[in-house]
């Protein structure tokens, strides 16, 4: 049974820094990709960063480069999502999900493209 579940959520100060975790069973993470998305209430949910299965390449929304940073480790079944520089449009409920896709070399940025998903890890940024 595919699952995944993300920790590491948190309130920090505006500047600050969290790392996220989803830990993936039932697949291998060499095989599917992982995005991470965020949503707060009342908005859809927005696409934040991906990871290819094929290659572990990545890819940022604008919004986050340069400030979060995406890293797998297959045989620990994790991705990471480290989240440095924190502001207060950051805050948000934060989900992993699968790539509907085997063996790619690309990640997709739409969640249409994603089938399981994690019950998510909420972050919030304050002073």
């Known amino acids: 049974q595919v699952q995944l579940v993300e920790s590491g959520g948190g309130s920090v100060q505006p500047g600050g820094s969290l790392r996220l975790s989803c830990t993936v069973a039932?697949?291998?993470?060499?095989?599917?990709?992982i995005g991470w998305f965020r949503q707060v209430p009342g908005k859809e949910r927005e696409w934040v960063s991906c990871?290819?299965?094929?290659?572990?390449?990545?890819t940022y929304a604008d919004f986050v480069k340069g400030r979060f940073t995406m890293s797998r480790n297959i045989a620990k079944n994790t991705v990471d999502l480290q989240m440095y520089n924190l502001n207060t449009g950051d805050p948000g409920a934060y989900y992993c999900?699968?790539?509907?896709?085997?063996?790619?070399?690309?990640?997709?940025?739409?969640?249409?493209?994603?089938?399981?998903w994690g019950q998510g890890t909420q972050v919030t940024v304050s002073s």
């Open positions: 999900a699968t790539d509907v896709e085997v063996f790619s070399r690309t990640c997709k940025t739409t969640a249409e493209h994603y089938d399981v």
């Open positions: 990871l290819s299965s094929q290659g572990g390449h990545t």
């Open positions: 039932g697949f291998t993470l060499d095989h599917f990709g």
